[in-house]
Structures are given as C-alpha cells and as structure tokens.
C-alpha cells in the first residue's frame, strides 16, 4: 500500500495492519533494530544487506548485535561525551582515558573540528562488553512472526515494497572525510526496483545537500521516475542515544 499523501495516523494503522512494506537496506546498528520494531509492530519488512553471512545469519535469528548498557557503562566510570561516532551516530565513551564508540567498538579522537574515528579497536571495549544487552529475543520474534525477512537482493526487495529506508554506512576515511560508495551503489540498487507512488527516506549520516545533490539524481537516472512527482524522497537522519 502507498502511504503518500495518507496522514500520519492512517500510515501507522496500515502499517500496524501489515498493510504496508518497508525496505530497510543496511543491516546494521540502524538498519536491524528498526526492521526488528517495524516487524514486532505489524509491518512487513524486508531488511537488506550486501554482506550474505550477516543475511544468513539474521534469517536463523543469530546475530552478534547487541545494545549496550549505560548504567552498566557509568557505574564503571566510565563517561558519555556529547560527540557521536561518525558512523554509528551513538554517543561516544571515554573510559580509562581511552575514547571509544559502544556500538562499532572503534577509537575516536574528539578535536575542535569533529570527531575522527580511528580504525583499531578499542582496549577498553572488552572491558565493558559484558554488560551488553542482545536483542536476539526481538530478532527472533520478528522472524518467527514471518514479517521479517532478508536478503542481498536489494533491488526485488524494493520493488515488492512500498517505502525504502536506506541505512547503510558512511564511515570516515584516513582523510576525515565520509565515504559514499555504499551509499551510491545501494541509490543504483534502489532505483532500478522504485515504482511510481513509493516513499524513499535516507537515514544514512551524510553531509548536508547529500540527499538532494546525490541520492536523488542517481535515484531518477536508474528509475527514470522524478522525485517529488513520481516517488517521495526524504532525509530523516538516525540519532541514537
């Protein structure tokens, strides 16, 4: 069912109804918690991923993914810092004068003109792990539910869907800068499966303008639709505390 122009109330009755699919592309600390909430919540969902063993994995409900404690975090000592991890969008920790995201377990570096995220892991991680959380029980219900399914086929997945939410990474590389690549082959993906009447929404980290100076001109060339006429394109970007 095509949700442009319903009211936001009527969006969420159909898709409670399962009236509605969404296709969520990027299976990661985004991507997977939202297609396990959209499932528990009644829609159909079909989560993507590039990488077949991540795929294969989630579809037997096992998965490495976790959420991470805070309370178990601070009564440690350790401290969450107002700057977010560049790739993950989670709030950094500093613990044992070490800074680090608790989602991808990288080292960062806060300095005056934004976080860099280093490529190593952090020592500290380890030491903190196990107060995590697994969300295996929700992924598990909503795959037992049959409203969640996976694939690498991000292009069937769109065409059977009616709203796409694109969730893939855009990590920072050696030169501080986000790298786009994922995010513009999943675009070239997205595109050649969109139809007329369907809802794109980038959840991705980008940089200001990346939504409608590329994800939508390479969206248009592979659909030969036009966004704004022909399909819906927004920016919703994923901020998680």
């Known amino acids: 069912m095509k949700v442009l122009g319903l ?3 009527e969006i969420t009755e159909q898709l409670r109804k399962g009236n509605v699919t969404l296709c969520i592309v ?15 919540e009644g829609a159909r969902v079909i989560g993507c991923d590039k990488r077949k063993e991540i795929v294969r994995r989630i579809a037997k409900g096992d998965i490495l993914l976790k959420e991470h404690d805070i309370q178990g975090l601070e009564s440690k000592g350790a401290c969450m810092l107002q700057s977010n991890c560049p790739n993950c969008g989670v709030r950094l920790i500093e613990y044992h004068a070490e800074t680090f995201c608790p989602a991808c377990a ?4 806060v300095r005056e003109g934004g976080v ?3 490529t190593d ?3 500290a991680y380890s030491l903190i792990a196990s107060d995590r959380t697994p969300i295996s029980e929700g992924l598990r219900r909503a795959i037992d539910s049959g409203r969640l399914q996976v694939t690498t086929d991000t292009t ?7 709203v796409v939410l694109i969730c893939v990474g855009t990590p920072l590389g050696e030169d501080s800068k986000p790298s786009y690549g994922d995010l513009r082959r999943t675009c070239m993906q997205i595109g050649r ?17 990346t ?3 590329m994800v939508g001109p390479i969206i248009e060339k592979e659909s030969r639709l036009k966004s704004g006429l022909d399909f819906g394109l927004a920016n919703s970007p994923e901020r998680i505390k």
Do not use: C, H, M, W
């Open 116 to 118: 860099q995220l280093l």
């Open 7 to 9: 009211a936001p109330e």
């Open 26 to 40: 990027g299976l990661g600390y985004v991507g997977l918690p939202l297609a396990i909430l959209f499932a528990i």
């Open 106 to 109: 990288r080292r960062a570096t």
């Open 211 to 213: 939504t409608e100076n």
């Open 156 to 162: 069937r997945a769109v065409r059977e869907s009616d």
């Open 193 to 209: 499966g969109l139809g007329k009447g369907d809802l794109v929404i980038l959840k991705s980290t980008v940089s200001p303008g």
């Open 121 to 123: 892991v952090s020592d």
